[in-house]
Nanobody, 126 residues
Framework: EVQLVESGGGLVQAGGSLTLSCAASGFTFDDYTIGWFHQAPGKEREGVSCIRTTDGSTYYADSVKGRFTVSSDSAKNTVYLRMNSLKSEDTAVYYC???????????????????WGQGTQVTVSA
């Protein structure tokens, strides 16, 4: 059974940092795109970043470019999202997802991710 479990969310002041983790199990970690998404109350889910586990290629949405860094640890089957310089508008539930889709703006926006985690809340106070 494919399972993704996010952790690391919490409450942080604006300008602070958090690192989210996405622990994967039940599938071969290699050759997948792991995407990070967020969904704020009353808003649609948006793709934030992704990483291709095969070659480490990454993509970032413009809203987080330069502030967020995605990385993976194949030995631990875990993908991380380091979030720096957090802003109030980053407040949302953050989800990770996995599938064989391109790690790109297209993949995050239109790719069909078949496996999702339960989400972790990130709250940034002004």
């Amino acid at each position: 059974e494919v399972q993704l479990v996010e952790s690391g969310g919490g409450l942080v002041q604006a300008g602070g940092s958090l690192t989210l983790s996405c622990a994967a199990s039940g599938f071969t970690f290699d050759d997948y795109t792991i995407g990070w998404f967020h969904q704020a109350p009353g808003k649609e889910r948006e793709g934030v970043s992704c990483i291709r586990t095969t070659d480490g290629s990454t993509y970032y949405a413009d809203s987080v470019k330069g502030r967020f860094t995605v990385s993976s640890d194949s030995a631990k089957n875990t993908v991380y999202l380091r979030m720096n310089s957090l802003k109030s508008e980053d407040t949302a539930v953050y989800y990770c997802a996995a599938d064989h889709v391109p790690c790109s703006e297209y993949g995050l926006g239109y790719g069909s991710f078949g496996s999702w985690g339960q989400g972790t809340q990130v709250t940034v106070s002004a």
